[in-house]
Structure formats: structure tokens, C-alpha cells
């Protein structure tokens, strides 16, 4: 990207010589890129016009160098200066300027007539141009017939005929209203992006500067501040602003969902802790129980086991006394044959 508009130390009197002799421009400097979309900004009576007129070749400066695409302007004749000002800039007016005895796609071919362009591509590229500003339906109409913001948009493709580098407007939305003004605004955006269009807005308006890529301030025929903008169009942003609240909408629903699966995930484990304390409760109660009958069982076991002694016990002795008894018999017949 190179520079396309380059101002060095520009001064611009009026009533040169004369008593009332006037200085408008005190040595402005600056440099615009190829492709940047710029606003000069600034009261009336600052110079705004003025400088308007140098960048678009319709006056020359008292002092001080300007380039326009690398041509010297100073150095142009009054040939060389048309030639510039019908190839290398696009003129959007606050008041349209449009001829108002030809419908709006004369109007479009004018510049292009002036180029010494042939009829037929005159017309497709007006036609096209009219397209492109969505004013098709409107070819025929003349600029009595249509409202501010179409003889606008109009205007601005009228700017585009011969494919300038360079678009200047000079408070182009300043007869409109707001929402005409937005419209016109989109059309610059969409120039300036999509076809690459160098655009210079000169404008009252901050809310309208904010949206371009640099914003030159001029107090009293100088530069006084330049600080970058948006360059964002008011469309662009409400688009920006209605995703985030889109966004921040679906957020604040995910974290309430994620809120409540919490909360369920929560309930969920108090009932498996409260089951979990019921199975342990359970178990205890089970132990408590199985002693018990573990000890009858013992005794019933150890009576089963004292019962089998003590039988073996008594046939034992049983057994002994039937011994007993047989040896006391047995002496008794000893004795009665001893006798």
C-alpha cells in the first residue's frame, strides 16, 4: 500500500497583495494511503473546504508541494488538471449537484462522456454502478422524482463512472436523515473495502468520523489532531453489539443449565450417601443379630456334645459294673467249691 495523497507545508491566501489579504491553510502537511477510508473533521471556518479543494485538483495552493497519485500537481496545467480531476477523483456533494433535465443514468454517463467513452459501455457501466448503489429501478427517473438519499446514491455512483482512485465527499449525509445517512455511509464502507476505494470524508459530524480509519482535526486552517478510528460502519457494529448480547444471552443459559446439572449432580449424590448410610445401617443390624443365634446354636451344639459323653460315660461304667458283678460271681463259686 503506497501513499496516493501527499501535502507538504500547503498554503492557501486569498486576495493575495490586498489589504483584506486572507490565509485560510497554514502549512498543512499530511499523507493519505492507497485504500485508507480518512475523515477531516472540523468547525466551520476551518479550513475543511478549502482543503478540500487542493486534494481534488479544483484550486491550486499559494505554497507548498501536492502529489496526487504520484503526479505533481503544482506542476499540471489546466489540461492535466481536468484530466485529474476526471480520472483520478470522484466528487460527492452535500447537495448532489445533478443535472436535474436527464434521468439518473445520464447522469451517471456524464463523466464518462467527458472521457470520450464509447455509448455502449457508457451505459452498462451506469447501469451496473446503479446496481451497485441499489438504484436499478430507478435508471429512468430524473433527480425531481427521487428522494435525498436516492439522488445521494445516485451521486455516488455518478463518482464511480470513470473508476477514480480517490472518492471525496463533502457532507454527503448532512440533507439527510439519520437512517438515509447510514445508508449512505454502508454504500462508502462497502466502496471502500470491496472495490478498494481511497474515500476522504469531510464531515461535521464525530459520530460519522468515528467509523473511518483516521480522523484529521482542523482548527483555524491547521492540523490540530489525528487519532485513528473504528472503521467500523454503524451497521457493522450494531451487527458486533446484537452477536455479543446474542453470545451473553447463550452464556447466561449454559451457565444456568450448568447450575442446575450441578445442583442435580448434588441432590443425586446426597440420595447415593443416604442409601449408602441405610445398606451400612443395614449390615450392622445384621451383625447384631447373628451372634445370637450363633450362641444358641453353640448351645445347642454343646448339649448335642455333652449328651454323646456322658452316654459314652455310662456305658462305660455300665460295662465296668457288669464286670465288676461278674468277678464277685465268679469268687462266690470259688469259695462254695473250696468248701
Request: aromatic share 4%.
Amino acid at each position: 500500500m503506497g501513499t496516493i495523497i501527499k501535502l507538504q507545508n500547503i498554503v492557501k491566501k486569498f486576495y493575495i497583495g490586498e489589504p483584506n489579504e486572507l490565509e485560510i491553510l497554514h502549512g498543512i502537511s499530511l499523507e493519505v494511503e492507497d485504500g485508507e477510508f480518512v475523515a477531516i473533521v472540523g468547525p466551520s471556518g476551518s479550513g475543511k473546504s478549502t482543503l478540500m479543494n487542493m486534494i481534488g485538483a479544483l484550486d491550486r495552493p499559494t505554497s507548498g508541494e501536492y502529489f496526487i497519485d504520484g503526479i505533481d500537481v503544482g506542476k499540471a496545467d489546466d489540461e492535466e488538471l481536468s484530466d485529474i480531476r476526471n480520472q483520478k477523483v470522484g466528487f460527492v456533494f452535500q447537495t448532489y449537484n445533478l443535472i436535474p433535465k436527464v434521468n439518473a443514468l445520464k447522469n451517471i454517463e456524464l463523466p464518462m462522456l467527458y472521457a470520450g467513452t464509447d455509448r455502449q459501455t457508457r451505459i452498462k457501466r451506469s447501469e451496473e454502478l446503479l446496481e451497485l448503489v441499489g438504484m436499478a429501478d430507478r435508471a429512468k427517473h430524473l433527480p425531481e422524482e427521487l428522494s435525498g438519499g436516492q439522488k445521494q446514491r445516485v451521486a455516488i455512483a455518478r463518482a464511480m463512472a470513470n473508476d477514480p482512485a480517490i472518492i471525496l465527499a463533502d457532507e454527503p449525509t448532512g440533507a439527510l436523515d439519520s437512517k438515509t445517512g447510514r445508508m449512505v455511509m454502508d454504500i462508502f464502507h462497502k466502496l471502500n473495502k470491496e472495490k478498494h476505494k481511497t474515500i476522504v470524508l469531510i464531515t461535521h459530524s464525530e459520530e460519522l468520523a468515528e467509523e473511518t480509519d483516521r480522523i484529521i482535526s482542523l482548527k483555524d486552517g491547521e492540523i490540530v489532531d489525528i487519532r485513528k478510528g473504528s472503521g467500523k460502519s454503524a451497521t457493522e457494529k450494531q451487527k458486533e453489539e446484537d452477536e455479543k448480547i446474542i453470545n451473553e444471552t447463550i452464556k447466561e443459559i449454559s451457565d444456568t443449565f450448568d447450575e442446575l446439572n450441578a445442583s442435580i449432580e448434588l441432590e443425586d449424590e446426597k440420595m447415593d450417601s443416604s442409601e449408602e448410610v441405610k445398606v451400612e445401617e443395614n449390615k450392622e443390624e445384621n451383625v447384631e443379630e447373628k451372634p445370637e443365634e450363633n450362641k444358641d446354636d453353640i448351645k445347642e451344639e454343646n448339649s448335642g456334645e455333652v449328651s454323646e459323653e456322658n452316654k459314652e460315660v455310662q456305658e462305660e461304667t455300665n460295662t465296668e459294673n457288669n464286670e465288676d458283678d461278674n468277678n464277685t460271681n465268679d469268687n462266690n463259686d470259688d469259695k462254695k467249691e473250696d468248701k
